[in-house]
């Protein structure tokens, strides 16, 4: 028998009270441990989903340039190219993601320079089409219009009436421009356009589900230094 006062409670009472208590916060817990688990379960699940997803547009990039470098023989693009497969290769490894998925589509983008000729940005429609020919003015989702850095052939197309030709990815919501796939491809595109305005991606695809991830990341990698336009300047001059 326990005493409290004037109270009286045998042993056994306390020891199913306090038991009970016991049992009770490790369900509590378990029942977090599992949920917190499951999560990061799902989060994994995704992340190697979207990761096979860029990984095989990696692999039709690299597909498009070698053919182009290979038919070129140039030397310095070769270089390049090895350079992309070998940064492709990490990203598929799972190394570093974000910063091996830039430097292969930065490599990449060298490449196709070095080929192709020009010292422009790459296609806003398909950075694999090379280097920009031309400027077309474009209004994504119904957004406002701008001008763009579109390919010679993309060019033509439009010039005729017709539809660029843009890049399409694979996301959980079927296949869609790239553009439209929002965060996943962003680190993709700013390898493209590596060594040119760091905000220029942000200023040509603002109103996209991509843009809206662009800012922030440009300055997670770039810094806050300023931008002489803003953070999106003009979209339509």
Do not use: K
């Not at 990341?217 to 339509?236: K, Y």
């Amino acid at each position: 028998m326990i005493g409290f006062g004037r109270y009286r409670v045998d042993w056994w009472v306390v020891a199913v009270i306090v038991g009970g208590a016991v049992v009770l916060a490790a369900v509590a817990v378990g029942v977090r441990l599992s949920r917190g688990t499951a999560m990061l379960a799902g989060m994994a699940a995704d992340w190697e989903r979207d990761r096979a997803a860029i990984a095989a547009v990696l692999r039709e990039d690299l597909e498009s340039v070698r053919a182009r470098v290979y038919a070129s023989g140039d030397a310095a693009a070769a270089a390049d190219l090895r350079v992309a497969e070998q940064a492709a290769d990490r990203f598929a490894a799972n190394e570093n993601w974000a910063d091996n998925l830039r430097a292969a589509t930065l490599a990449l983008g060298r490449a196709n320079r070095a080929v192709l000729g020009g010292d422009q940005p790459p296609c806003v429609f398909s950075p694999v089409h090379g280097p920009a020919a031309a400027e077309v003015e474009w209004a994504p989702g119904g957004g406002a219009r701008r001008r763009v850095p579109v390919c010679a052939d993309d060019a033509a197309r439009l010039r005729d009436g017709g539809q660029p030709l843009v890049r399409m990815v694979t996301t959980e919501d079927g296949t869609v421009p790239y553009f439209g796939a929002h965060g996943r491809y962003v680190d993709w595109l700013l390898g493209w356009y590596d060594g040119f305005d760091p905000y220029l991606t942000a200023r040509l695809l603002a109103g996209t589900p991509i843009g809206s991830h662009l800012p922030g990341r440009i300055r997670a990698i770039h810094g806050t230094a300023s931008d002489p336009l803003g953070e999106f300047g003009r979209v339509h001059d």
